[in-house]
Each structure stands twice: as structure tokens, then as C-alpha cells.
């Protein structure tokens, strides 16, 4: 097929969001030669060769100007992970975004996650799946993408949205796959994992989710109007996808499972494992995402899970590495390390952990 790309008199791309998935997505657009610009709070994650923009996207003026001059705009901002936050903040951004990109006629890509969807049918999940949210923060993403449709349909804006699940891959600092299970698996310790890891669930490598977005940014215009499910790699068990960073890491990481009842009192103490605790069901059922209208559009499927593994570990490495050092050097003076005492401690930091952790859009997922 053709390229399907917009005119070379394209000017600029703003970027609002540099976290995991905006900085990649940033990086990609640089390299094929566009101007970008990044809008966030602070310069952090913004690649060289983009123009920042620091500011507040719940401003209405600071949406104005940051996207002045822009041919489209990509929406990657993700509150933090809490309910309280989603309701406050994403109808904010979204608003801001769709009056700022639509008052200039900019196209208008948003990332959203897939916690509107509930996978009880047993159906592959693809972009007709009917909305059935089973929590407060899928209730709210509901609602935005309702929005983002309708403001489509009234002509406020030309808008497109790109769909994923649940992130790993390099900068995924705000997944499950990030510095409690990386540090826990770089010891030789077992990482804790709350949801069931024995189901298939579709994950998204960060950088395909990122190149989708430029994709459904650049593409004529015929894209717009939808939703389209980024492209993924086949479902598998989470257990077949930690055995992959195994392989690639060159020794055994362990799963610490925490059972349902134990996670649920955690959250009492712990908002965040509260927030984590409400969004297990989406493993208790196969979760599979059909990306194949993606695929026959652009001709482009996902990375190969050996090599997103690859790269993610040596991400990890680079990110978590000092405390492998500390733990072979542990090692040959002391021993075999402690096992940790209980899985309620390790629930407990994971919460507190994560917290701490930048998020871009998506869920544990998505941004």
C-alpha cells in the first residue's frame, strides 16, 4: 500500500505527555523528520531535537498556545492512577485538548485504555466491542471516549483514537513491569504480580503503542472518526511473557502471587493497591485484543515478544542494574539472600512503589 501519510508541508506535531509512551512517540515523529513540539508539566522525558512547552494542560490558554501553528496533536497524559484523579483531571485535559486542537484545525490522536471493556463474552476484544465497564475507572474512560466521538460527530475537532491494553516495554515505569518487579527480579527474589498470571492477556510493547499513534497521526484522512486497536502480539499468559524476560535476562524470575482476599485488605490500608485491586477481573478471563483492522490498514504488526523481552530487560538492566551489582556482590559475601517475609509486605510496597512511579495514559495501563 501507499505510505498513507499527510502532506510533507506538515509543520509541526505537539506532543502533550512525555512520559512512557509520549517520549517514544516524540522520538518517532523526530525521526521522520517532523517538527515536534512537547507539552508537559515539567522537562523531564522530552527527547533532544524537540521544542518543550512547560505548562498545565487543565489550562485552556496553555492548550491554546501549545498547539498555535500545529497540524496535529496527540494526546498521551495520563493522571495519576487513581479514580479520584481520573475524574477530576481527564475530562480537563480532554476538553482542553478537543476546543485547543479543534480551534485550530488540527487532527486530534488519543490514546486511550481498554478498561471500558469487560471480556466475560470470551470474544476477542476489537474496536465494535460494546462498552461494559465493571469499575469506577472504566466507567470514566467510558465516558471520555464517548466524548472524544461525539465531539467528532458534532465537527468540534477531527479526532482519531488509538486503543491498548496493558503496557511493558522499555520506560514502562508505570506498568507492572516496572521498579517492585524489576528490583525484586534483579535479587533473585520472587517479583510480585497481584492478577492471575495464568490467563491470556494481551500486552502492548510501549514502542509499537507509540508508533501506532504516529501512524494514526500521519495517516490520511480517512482514519479519523474510529477507534483502532494498536498493534499486539498474539495473547499469552503472563507467566509465558516473564519467561521471555527470563531468557533474555539469562536466569529464573519468579512470580510472588498474592491471593484476591489479601490484595482487597490491602487496599484498605493502601489506596493504591485499592485502585490495582478493582481492575483484576480483566485477568480473570482470557483478555484478547483483535488489532487486525490495524494490521490490513497499515500493513504493520507488532514486535516480535522475544525481542520487545530483549529490549525491555535491557532497559531494566540500565534503569534497575545497580541493584543487580549489589545483589551478586551480596551474593559472594553473604550467601543466598532472605526470601521476603510476606506477601502482605510486598503488596504494601508495591502500592507505595508504583505510586511514586511517573504514568503516561494507560492503564497500570496505558500512556
Known amino acids: 500500500m501507499g505510505d498513507g501519510r499527510l502532506s510533507e508541508t506538515v509543520s509541526l506535531h505537539v506532543v502533550f505527555g512525555a512520559g512512557q509512551v509520549g517520549s517514544h512517540l516524540a522520538e518517532y515523529l523526530l525521526a521522520g523528520g517532523k517538527r515536534v513540539r512537547v507539552a508537559k508539566r515539567t522537562p523531564s522525558g522530552i527527547p533532544e531535537g524537540a521544542e518543550p512547552m512547560l505548562g498545565d494542560a487543565t489550562d485552556p490558554s496553555f492548550c491554546r498556545r501549545a498547539v498555535s501553528g500545529a497540524s496535529v496533536v496527540y494526546h498521551c497524559m495520563n493522571p495519576p492512577y487513581s479514580a479520584q484523579a481520573w ?17 485550530k484545525g488540527a487532527r486530534l490522536v488519543v ?29 470514566i474512560q467510558a465516558r471520555m471516549a464517548r466524548a472524544l466521538c461525539e465531539a467528532h460527530e458534532r465537527g468540534d ?25 524489576w528490583s525484586a527480579a534483579l535479587r533473585g527474589l ?10 491470556p492477556h494481551t500486552y502492548h510493547y510501549i514502542p509499537d503503542v507509540a508508533k501506532g499513534l504516529e501512524l494514526l497521526g500521519t495517516a490520511p484522512d480517512d482514519v479519523t472518526g474510529r477507534s483502532w486497536m494498536l498493534p499486539c502480539a498474539p495473547a499469552e499468559p503472563t507467566r509465558a511473557l516473564v519467561a521471555r524476560f527470563s531468557e533474555a535476562l539469562g536466569r529464573d524470575i519468579r512470580l510472588l502471587g498474592l491471593p484476591r482476599p489479601l490484595v482487597k485488605a490491602t ?5 493504591f493497591v485499592r485502585e490495582i485491586e478493582e481492575m483484576l477481573h480483566q ?14 490498514r497499515f500493513g504493520v504488526a507488532a514486535r516480535d515478544p522475544d525481542e520487545g523481552a530483549r529490549r525491555t530487560v ?9 541493584g543487580l551489582a549489589r545483589y551478586d556482590k551480596e551474593q559472594a559475601r553473604y550467601g543466598k539472600p532472605q526470601e521476603p517475609a510476606s506477601p502482605g509486605q510486598e503488596s504494601a510496597s508495591r502500592g507505595q512503589d508504583s505510586a511514586s512511579g511517573e504514568r503516561d495514559r494507560a492503564s497500570t495501563n496505558t500512556g
Open 314 to 322: 535491557a532497559w531494566a538492566l540500565a534503569r534497575y542494574g545497580k
Open 190 to 199: 520472587p517479583s510480585p504480580f497481584p492478577p492471575n498470571p495464568d490467563t
Open 157 to 181: 475537532v477531527r479526532a482519531v483514537s488509538g486503543r491498548a491494553s496493558d503496557f511493558y516495554g522499555p520506560r514502562g515505569s508505570g506498568t507492572y513491569f516496572a521498579d517492585l518487579f
Open 267 to 271: 487496599g484498605l490500608i493502601v489506596p
Open 87 to 103: 475524574e477530576e483531571l481527564m475530562p480537563r485535559h480532554l476538553h482542553n485538548l478537543v476546543a485547543a486542537a479543534g480551534g
Open 111 to 139: 490514546l486511550e485504555n481498554l478498561y471500558m471493556l469487560d471480556p466475560g463474552s470470551g470474544e476477542p476484544l476489537h474496536e465494535r466491542t460494546p462498552f461494559d465497564p465493571r469499575s469506577r475507572k472504566g466507567e
Open 283 to 296: 485477568w480473570d478471563a482470557p483478555f484478547v485484543v483483535d488489532d487486525s483492522r490495524f494490521r490490513e
